[in-house]
């Protein structure tokens, strides 16, 4: 365990010096301010907690910004190591590839975390500014906090997948950004298309709803969905995969982070220095 957090408090180190964490930090906090400031406008009219109509917003925001933060984080784990000949220094450490690669993985969860624990709490903040702290339920936003931790850890075991596989850190990261764009806008096209072609048929009734929570991001959507009151908040295909079982969302969050883990730990045993 020792040597895991060595792994993790270098690669925090070198996050700091690359500008990853001040950069997460800045794009969680814009985001979320002009998102809270923005979506607390219709709260008064529809008789809703702001502090939901808030996280409605960001939910639709963190679909897209937390993969990719995650996909950018990683995707030169192993392959800039590798490209840089610090790979071979590292593996001649007294450190098997898992503890290398688990510790990495917790420093950049740890930026992950932050990031998003600095946003929301911008968000609790100016809710209680703009309202009061009176009448406002918090779970919600502790949900977010939670389920957005475990979306960024299954797109950090992608990246880190993904750089075990490559060899050069320009390939990785237009692999990644590739990923994401399948993941958070390319996957729900195809998954409308197709419920379009079906017509309420069986795919409509039966797959559908497995092979919408069986994507990270959208078990995240439809996790983080507020009840029909705000229903008209939220975007994307949220309504339309109500009937999938939140029992299926969490799986697929919990699955994802431990599974793409396991895939890069695999691959990065067959990685040469």
């Not at 890069?264 to 990685?271: D, H, K, S």
Request: proline residues 4%.
């Amino acid at each position: 365990m020792t040597s895991i957090l060595s792994i993790t408090r270098l690669e925090l180190l070198i996050a700091r010096r690359n500008m990853w964490v001040a950069t997460s930090v800045i794009l969680m906090a814009m985001f979320t301010i002009v998102l809270t400031l923005a979506g607390g406008a219709p709260s008064g009219s529809l008789g809703v907690d702001p502090l939901l109509v808030a996280v409605t917003s960001i939910t639709t925001l963190s679909v897209y910004l937390i993969p990719l933060i995650g996909l950018l984080l990683s995707f030169d784990a192993i392959a800039g190591e590798a490209e840089r000949g610090t790979l071979a220094l590292s593996l001649t450490y007294p450190l098997s590839r898992g503890e290398i690669l688990v510790g990495k993985f917790l420093a950049h969860l740890c930026v992950l975390a932050f990031a998003v624990a600095v946003g929301l709490g911008l968000t609790a903040g100016l809710t209680i500014w703009q309202y009061g702290a009176a009448d406002l339920s918090y779970a919600p936003l502790i949900k977010l906090f939670l389920t957005s931790i475990a979306l960024g850890a299954a797109f950090l075991g992608i990246g880190y997948l993904v750089s075990a596989l490559v060899r050069q850190t320009g390939v990785a990261s237009g692999i990644v950004i590739i990923i994401w764009l399948v993941c958070v806008v390319l996957y729900d096209l195809g998954l409308l298309g197709a419920l379009v072609a079906d017509d309420g048929g069986f795919f409509t009734k039966t797959v559908f709803p497995w092979l919408l929570v069986a994507n990270p991001a959208d078990a995240f959507r439809l996790f983080n969905m507020p009840d029909v009151s705000v229903s008209e908040l939220a975007s994307g295909i949220g309504a339309t995969g109500a009937s999938a079982s939140w029992i299926g969302q969490v799986v697929s969050m919990l699955v994802w982070p431990v599974l793409a883990l396991g895939l890069a730990g695999l691959a990065f045993r067959r990685v040469e220095p």
